[in-house]
């Protein structure tokens, strides 16, 4: 494990704001963290790149404690926690080259991960100039900066326009396609979905589920099957009044149905019998359904 | 350490605040040279005045050591409010810009950062000194003349232009010794807070009230006067006594060097354990 919480426990107040949390994050995964607004996300992270102590438990990075360590157990992590700030009154390349002197970094990599990041002919321009994006692929370049093992990602694609996020999305399977195991905690779970390898799920600090994507979509309860028929609203009709459908929803014609693992053979039968024509039929669940499933509709990420 | 402190130093050399104390003194400065030039008349003659009756008075006592010696005098209010513009901003302003979230993910111990950031700071508080140093001998040797420094010292104390240069290079010397504890305390506070309004305004406070409960002469306040590092800011004057008073000043820069580290303990207790919550 190249990343690794041990019974995390941080409390603001009387409020527990991460409770008890183990997390085990393997080598060259692409890791989801996903939990509603104020799960414990952002103080779980923090904890992990040395900016919060936790109450209790650790934080192990390439075997190195964090809390024992300090900052030393960080050579190999780059990290951008939530927006992007630097000196704005500085130049982009300024900045990273602080940040690259602090780092003992070659200098050389500053202008890489300018280029890689798409930065490359704005560096020398003030980060005031930088519209929220730029400055968001910034914090990617200088978490980029030391030629990191582990990326340690806090909502990167916060405030970024459609453009934006795909080029993050893109430039994170790139770095991920290169070995850099990630850590990425992401408000969007369609792009969670499109991305990870692994998720993890937490709710009021607490740890509800964990592993590895496929395997947990796999096993969810509740199969989200696409079914393309040729009668929707005729179909919606029917399935609504069936006890073991647990959600119905009609999209461009194609129905969204919420069923039982073993309800599948069973549904299309149904359709057939009431002469509705079925021409496709494809288990689909995404990550939504599993986090509905798994923290209740309730849960606003 | 050096590279943390180039970029500490690249930080306040890019921020428009840094720059208030130097366009201030370069601001003041000549104006009270001009002063100076369009009144020595009057300051000779009031000198002269007070001297003529133990002395005979050839030439004139006027000069940019006299000048230098007169604007000491009257800039030690001044001079700790333009430092505190700097030293307020070294870490609060990181904190509240969101830039701890930047550099303290990094490989580097926050120790570190925290030394790097008040060595930082002292040099700007001794670039702003030299600044000063530089309008009033520098400039002021151009504009007024140099020669001997007359100064009272349990009486008149005559040093003559070469020892004059040597006291003033010391009393600057010194000056700068204790502008780096009051830049230590606005740190501390700056350390504290997560603005940089915060540790200006307690700095200043804090020498204002010192120097208001050392100008009370009741015997409570005489008590606690020995306990107010304010109490030990007039170490440059020292500088100008005859003999020098190593002792003496050694005692004082003791003492200011004492709540100097007191100061920087308090700021790297909390620093280390702060939770970057911003």
Redesign the interface.
């Known amino acids: 494990m190249i990343l690794e919480t041990i019974n995390l426990t941080k409390s603001f107040g009387l409020r527990k704001a991460v409770d008890n949390l183990s997390l085990e994050i393997p080598d060259g995964a692409v890791y989801g963290f996903l939990g509603p607004n104020g799960s414990g996300k952002s103080t779980t992270i923090?904890m992990m790149?040395?900016?919060?102590?936790p109450d209790e438990g650790e934080v192990i990075i390439q075997g190195k404690s964090v809390q024992a360590n300090?900052?030393?157990a960080?050579?190999e992590?780059g990290?951008l926690?939530?927006?992007?700030?630097?000196?704005?009154?500085?130049s982009g390349e300024?900045n990273l080259k602080?940040?690259a002197?602090?780092?003992?970094t070659d200098m050389s990599r500053v202008q890489t991960v300018l280029d890689r990041t798409g930065l490359g002919a704005r560096g020398k321009d003030k980060v005031k100039t930088y519209s929220q994006g730029m400055k968001q692929r910034l914090?990617i370049a200088?978490a980029l900066l030391?030629d990191p093992k582990l990326l340690?990602l806090d909502e990167p694609t916060n405030g970024l326009d459609p453009q934006g996020m795909k080029e993050v999305r893109d430039l994170i399977c790139e770095l991920a396609s290169e070995g850099i195991t990630i850590f990425i905690s992401s408000h969007l779970l369609d792009e969670v979905q499109k991305i990870c390898s692994h998720v993890a799920m937490i709710s009021f600090g607490k740890l509800i589920t964990s592993g590895n994507m496929e395997d947990l979509l796999k096993a969810s309860d509740l199969l989200m099957t696409e079914v393309q028929v040729d009668d929707a609203e005729k179909a919606l009709k029917l399935l609504s009044d069936i006890d073991w459908v647990h959600r119905c929803d009609a999209i461009d014609g194609i129905l969204k149905v919420g069923i039982g693992m073993e309800k599948s053979s069973e549904l299309v039968q149904l359709l057939v019998q009431n002469n509705i024509q079925v021409s496709a039929v494809i288990p689909k669940t995404s990550l939504e359904d599993l986090f509905i499933s798994k923290l209740g509709k309730e849960s606003q990420i | 350490m050096f590279g943390l402190i180039q970029n500490e130093l690249l930080v306040i050399i890019g921020r428009w605040r840094s720059y208030i104390g130097f366009i201030g003194i370069s601001i003041l400065m000549p104006l009270i040279l001009w002063g100076f030039v369009h009144g020595s008349n009057e300051l000779h003659n009031d000198y002269a005045r007070e001297l003529g009756g133990t002395f005979m008075v050839v030439g004139n006592i006027f000069n940019s050591f006299l000048a230098t010696y007169i604007i000491m005098n009257t800039l030690w209010i001044h001079i700790p409010f333009l430092i505190t513009l700097a030293a307020g901003d070294s870490v609060a302003a990181d904190g509240s810009n969101g830039i701890f979230r930047i550099t303290l993910t990094r490989s580097v111990s926050r120790l570190k950062i925290l030394v790097s950031k008040l060595l930082a700071t002292y040099i700007y508080t001794a670039a702003l000194l030299i600044f000063c140093a530089f309008w009033s001998l520098g400039v002021g040797s151009l504009v007024l003349g140099t020669g001997d420094l007359i100064t009272i010292d349990n009486g008149i104390l005559i040093l003559d232009e070469s020892q004059a240069w040597i006291r003033m290079a010391l009393s600057f010397t010194l000056a700068i010794l204790v502008m780096c504890t009051v830049a230590t305390l606005c740190f501390m506070f700056s350390a504290l807070v997560n603005n940089a309004v915060g540790p200006i305004i307690g700095t200043m406070f804090l020498i204002i009230i010192s120097y208001m409960i050392m100008g009370i002469p009741l015997e409570f306040f005489e008590k606690i006067e020995p306990y107010l590092f304010v109490k030990y800011f007039n170490v440059w004057w020292d500088a100008f006594k005859d003999p020098i008073p190593w002792g003496e000043i050694g005692k004082k820069l003791v003492i200011l060097g004492l709540y100097s580290a007191g100061f920087f303990g308090i700021a790297v207790n909390v620093f280390l354990k702060k939770d970057i919550k911003s």
Request: net charge positive; proline share 0%.
């Open positions: 923090r790149t040395a900016l919060i102590s300090g900052n030393m960080l050579t992590v990290a926690i939530e927006r992007a700030d630097f000196h704005k009154h500085l300024t602080m940040l002197r602090m780092d003992g914090g200088q030391s340690i």
